[in-house]
């Protein structure tokens, strides 16, 4: 073979190991039919060597007689140059005679001339890892992840669901571990029974299962789900024992169009959790719209996902100005993230965000929003050396080990002073366990950065967390100031949290702050600081610049 070709097929090769995960890695030159395979396959499966002339020929006297067919036709395709790669489910003989169930996929490299240049790919050999979950007898967390990603790479229609039980711990507290696995496995004969004939069901992590259903409408699904609720809740025993359980479910239905398995997945959280922190465990269904909007929305959370890993392409963040309440010149900006494409358009954020926040990347894009937010905020400091910028943390940061030392090396590597940034906590932070979250808060605050308490007096309106929690500042969300004049019950409000801030040495700004009576109004309580729309809407740091710091430009 050229030597110039067996370097690049090398090269190309060290390229997809570097992304094979664990399975067995091939590559073949097309033109001269010549092919390196993983070392491990050719062990597992007694192949001639890495290097091989026609290993196409050689695999598929490997393949089961049944399985061969088919996978000729395939590589016939490919080598043909009418289909760019494949991903099919095969068993292949190995060394010892037996049959290992495998997954293949493979992609098509083309020349500059659009011809066929390189097939390579992953073969991923099933009977080495553990697809069936030993509690249950169900599909393990690796099946659905495999039969997922393989619906989405073939673009067929599906619905996905996610269910789960609530307070399982409480199960485990009073009978113990061992019993705890006898309820999992009732548990799932439930569902087998109850889902027979409506797709593969899975067992997912901790106490949650998964269903993928081809051809049974979402509305089978939920009466089915709810029969399913019924049963556990009234009609549950174990070893003679009643035991009441309570469920969530979310649910995706998919239609035959492009989407990754990372966004469906995202997106079935966020159903889930969905279910389980508002709807009392009742079916969420994901984009719950006439099919065309659920298309669409999925779409462009799948764009916008796959930004977040394009460097965050397509993001860009506004600032609404934070102003004294008293003086009303400039003190602070609060960094907001926006996200635009040319054939979406702008999307806003409250169609992302939720969703991004149960996607494993959302503490990148959060990492990102903090840098940009401290490199725009710098230039601004010449003439306003006390300015603060604020950004929103979520939950899916916060877990994060190194979060802190993340964003202290951030500020060392932008110059910003800690001083300048303040970090907001959003209702959603909740979530976290309160003594981590102190302690996350307490680190901040001794390297001299502020923190601020979002949306008070909607869900983070506990005095609990408020006294767990030191904090410098008290964000009033604008749902109490839209009718402050005229609503006695929110004048109340305002004032009760602005004497509970008084009493924690806190700070009070007011978001939503639109109009000059709303204004005048609010000087009535102790209030430190206003946001809002009467001072000006979010903009981007050019608009932000020549509004407030014209000469820098």
């Known amino acids: 073979m050229d030597a110039q070709r067996l370097r690049k097929l090398n090269e190309l090769y060290e390229a997809f190991a570097i992304l094979a995960d664990g399975s067995y890695v091939y590559l073949c030159d097309i033109k001269e039919d010549y092919s390196r395979w993983s070392k491990a396959a050719v062990d597992f499966f007694d192949l001639p060597g890495e ?4 290993a196409g020929d050689i695999w598929e006297e490997h393949i089961h007689p049944e399985d061969r067919s088919s996978y000729h036709a ?3 395709r490919i080598f043909s140059g009418e289909d760019r790669g494949h991903d099919m489910q ?7 005679g037996s049959y290992a169930m495998c997954t293949c996929r493979g992609v098509v490299l083309f020349d500059e001339d659009g011809q066929p240049n390189y097939f390579g790919g992953a073969i991923k050999n099933h009977e080495l890892l553990s697809y069936i979950d030993t509690v249950t007898g169900l599909r393990s967390l690796y099946g659905f992840f495999d039969d997922l990603r393989s619906m989405c790479w ?4 599906a619905t996905v669901l996610l269910i789960g039980i609530n307070q399982f711990s409480n199960v485990n507290d009073i009978y113990g571990y061992t019993f705890g696995n006898s309820v999992l496995q009732k548990v799932g004969k439930i569902l087998r029974t109850e889902f027979s004939n409506a797709g593969l069901l899975y067992r997912m992590d901790g106490t949650k299962f998964a269903l993928i259903s081809s051809d049974t409408p979402i509305e089978t699904l939920t009466e089915i789900y709810k029969r399913v609720q019924n049963i556990l809740s009234h009609e549950f025993f174990v070893k003679g024992e009643r035991v009441s359980l309570s469920l969530n479910a979310g649910a995706v239905v998919l239609e035959s169009f492009h989407i990754s398995m990372e966004t469906v997945y995202s997106c079935l959280k966020y159903a889930y959790y969905e279910s389980k922190d508002t709807k009392l465990g009742d079916m969420v269904i994901f984009a719950n719209r006439l099919s065309d909007e659920n298309r669409l929305l999925l779409e462009k959370l799948n764009v916008i996902r796959n930004s977040v890993s394009d460097e965050c ?3 860009y963040l506004c600032y609404q100005p934070i102003v004294d309440a008293a003086t009303e010149q400039l003190k602070g900006m609060e960094a907001l993230l926006r996200w635009h494409n040319d ?7 409250i169609q992302f965000i939720p969703v991004l926040e149960q996607d494993p990347l959302f503490p990148d894009l959060g990492k990102w929003i903090l840098r940009r937010a401290m490199e725009d905020t710098l230039p601004l400091l010449g003439k306003y050396p006390d300015l603060v910028v604020n950004v929103n943390l979520s939950y899916a940061q916060l877990e994060k080990s190194d979060f802190v030392a993340s964003v202290l090396n951030l500020l060392e590597d932008t110059g910003l002073p800690p001083r300048n940034l303040c970090l907001e906590i959003t209702e959603r932070c909740r979530l976290l366990d309160t003594v981590i979250l102190k302690n996350m808060c307490r680190v901040f605050r001794e390297h001299g950065i502020r923190i601020a308490l979002d949306d008070f007096g909607t869900g983070f309106s506990s005095l609990g967390i408020l006294r767990e929690l030191p904090v410098d500042i008290i964000k009033i969300d604008r749902m109490f100031v839209k009718d402050l004049v005229r609503n006695v019950s929110d004048q109340q409000t305002i004032q009760v949290i602005s004497g509970l801030a008084d009493a924690f040495s806190a700070d009070v700004c007011v978001e939503g702050v639109e109009t000059e009576d709303i204004r005048d109004f609010l000087r009535r309580y102790h209030i430190t600081s206003f946001q809002g729309y009467l001072y000006s809407m979010p903009l981007t740091i050019f608009d ?5 710091v014209p000469e820098t430009l």
């Open 51 to 54: 290097y091989m002339y026609h």
């Open 74 to 76: 395939s590589i016939a």
């Open 90 to 96: 095969y068993r292949a003989a190995a060394r010892d």
């Open 154 to 157: 073939r673009e067929k229609s």
């Open 313 to 315: 392409d397509g993001f």
């Open 343 to 349: 054939y979406y358009g702008s999307v806003p954020p």
């Open 544 to 548: 932000f610049r020549e509004k407030y």
